[in-house]
């Protein structure tokens, strides 16, 4: 059983930076083997993705609203993921999940750098984000 657990949300002002981190945690778990996600829902709305990373090579996704203000990156030492988001506007309110999508089996890597919410097999509880002045 694969845990994640977010932390570093909170509230700031526009364009303001913030640095969410993403603890990932399991029996023997190797960061290498799984994809990571980030995700948000805004109130009332769906979730959606953000970024994603592959343990394995960090190669890199994220969707066009917050390219060139947020970066995602990992520590495979320490099991952690992180969001550092920039120049943060009021749209980007929301609550925040990790999310974590095997990609190591068979004896093969199998990161498809896609952010389908249904891709990712295990959550965590979110860490909320507000932004406003």
């Known amino acids: 059983q694969v845990q994640l657990v977010e932390s570093g949300g909170g509230l700031v002002q526009p364009g303001d930076s913030l640095k969410l981190s993403c603890a990932v945690s399991?029996?023997?778990?190797?960061?290498?083997?799984?994809?990571i996600g980030w995700f948000r829902q805004a109130p009332g709305k769906e979730r959606e993705g953000v970024a994603c990373?592959?343990?394995?090579?960090?190669?890199?996704t994220y969707v066009d609203s917050v390219k060139d203000r947020f970066t995602i990156s990992k520590d495979n030492a320490k099991n952690m993921v992180y969001l550092q988001m920039n120049n943060l506007q009021p749209n980007d309110t929301a609550a925040y999940y990790c999310?974590?999508?095997?990609?190591?089996?068979?004896?093969?890597?199998?990161?498809?750098?896609?952010?389908?919410?249904?891709?990712?097999?295990?959550w965590g509880q979110g860490t909320p984000v507000t932004v406003s002045s």
């Open positions: 399991g029996p023997g778990l190797i960061l290498e083997h799984y994809g």
């Open positions: 990373i592959s343990g394995k090579d960090g190669k890199t």
């Open positions: 999310a974590a999508d095997l990609i190591y089996y068979g004896g093969n890597y199998h990161y498809t750098g896609t952010l389908f919410l249904a891709q990712y097999d295990y």
